[in-house]
């Protein structure tokens, strides 16, 4: 048992998270909906993952921003916000082309009385203003990601004013030495965690295997096969981008891989943060760049929802015979991209989003409900994708920054 033990250490996280995958599919389609037994387990990934997020996020950012300066961090901050806004209107305009061509849905009629209840959409004021919190508790605890970024701004602001005075510096350093002894730890808790994720992973996949079948698969086939055709569009997209800012590709998505596998199968881009910031590690990123990229990424940037907004309004106007022009189509790139950024972090966003679109195109929201069908599998690629989007864009920025003189400040791990 020993043995067997060192030998599961010391493989490759990528070859045991396969290998769960692969199981996990097989354990789900052979025993079905009785494949539900092992659900706490997968549940247990997620509690673990979403554990670490608050630690991560916070000191992550607070040692980020006193390894640059205010300047550097403002300019940072708003190529990250241009590469998000540019890459979603990107992915919903690939989705919406592809869509338009293939045409999901011709021949499928809406034959359904069932109500759809979707979220009320917060509108974008909301959302700014939920940066910042009422107070610092209720934002760990209501795990609000934008509202903890705006805590760890503050913060470690505060921290590099005191470390800037004669008065008050060997405070400050005392301060942030803590704070960098903390990330750490965090980090050693993050590897520990590390050895379950193909444990979860095997449970999620099994449960959702047992759940969907193969008959949600064929059912609405040619919807799911244009999804995930726009998907692998996209993914060429990043590739592209990378190779444009001579970032090493197969070195990149060797790390990318494992945050890309574990949001597929848990659909949380949140709880995948813990994953895509120990990359943005591996890859030797900037600290101060990727520990406010990626969790504001998280929250805002949605390339994946932006790709099944796309698809399923042509999906959904196929389905009640109706075409669009080419300025309904600019309208919804321009709709559907403020609306993955204004429905942030709201239960059932991606329903807020698509009704939010559907609602402004004249589609019926009912089609949501033949949509709901196969929710599992096209959120499973959504997330992926999203997550994908927000390592691409740390990489890149962070590229850009390093061909700048060496006084721009920026410094890797």
Do not use: C
Not at 8 to 36: C, P, Q, R
Not at 191 to 208: D, H, R
Not at 224 to 229: A, I, K, T
Not at 294 to 309: C, E, K, S, V, W
Request: charged content about 10%; overall charge negative; glycine content about 10%.
């Amino acid at each position: 048992m020993k043995k067997v033990w060192h030998l599961y250490i010391e493989s490759s996280l990528i070859l045991k998270i396969t290998i769960a995958l692969v199981l996990g599919v097989l354990t789900g389609l052979i025993f079905g909906d009785n494949a539900a037994v092992v659900e706490p387990f997968g549940d247990l990934l997620i509690r673990l993952l979403t554990f670490l997020i608050i630690p991560l996020i916070l000191f992550t950012l607070i040692v980020g921003i006193n390894q640059t300066s205010l300047t550097n961090m403002s300019r940072m901050g708003g190529k990250v916000f241009l590469y998000y806004i540019v890459t979603s209107a990107l992915a919903l305009t690939i989705a919406l082309t592809i869509a338009s061509v293939i045409n999901p849905g011709e021949g499928v009629t809406l034959e359904t009385e069932e109500e759809v209840n979707v979220p009320e959409n917060p509108g974008f004021i909301s959302v700014l203003l939920n940066i910042v919190p009422e107070n610092i508790v209720n934002a760990f605890s209501e795990m609000n990601l934008l509202g903890i970024i705006f805590t760890a701004i503050v913060f470690g602001i505060a921290i590099a004013s005191l470390r800037s005075s004669d008065a008050t510096k060997d405070m400050g350093d005392r301060v942030l030495q803590v704070a960098e002894g903390l990330n750490e730890a965090t980090f050693k808790v993050m590897g520990w965690i590390l050895q379950y994720v193909p444990v979860g992973i095997f449970a999620i996949m099994a449960k959702t295997t047992g759940e969907q079948g193969m008959e949600t698969l064929t059912s609405l086939g040619a919807m799911v096969g244009v999804f995930y055709g726009s998907i692998l569009v996209q993914l060429l997209l990043y590739a592209f981008i990378l190779t444009l800012f001579h970032v090493n590709v197969k070195e990149f998505f060797a790390q990318a891989r494992t945050p890309m596998l574990t949001a597929f199968v848990t659909q949380s881009s949140s709880g995948t943060l813990p994953l895509t910031l120990n990359a943005a590690k591996n890859l030797k990123l900037s600290r101060s760049l990727y520990g406010f990229s990626l969790p504001l990424g998280a929250t805002i940037n949605m390339d994946g929802a932006a790709i099944r907004i796309g698809v399923s309004a042509v999906f959904a106007a196929n389905v009640v015979g109706e075409s669009f022009a080419l300025g309904n189509l600019i309208e919804i790139v321009i709709v559907g991209t403020l609306a993955t950024v204004g429905t942030a972090g709201v239960p059932g966003a991606g329903l807020v989003m698509i009704a939010t679109v559907f609602s402004m195109a004249g589609l019926p929201i009912e089609t949501v409900v033949l949509l709901s069908s196969i929710d599992a599998l096209v959120g499973m690629g959504a997330t992926m994708t999203n997550i994908t989007g927000d390592l691409t864009g740390t990489a890149v920025i962070n590229a850009a920054e390093d061909r700048k003189p060496k006084e721009a400040g920026i410094q890797a791990e």
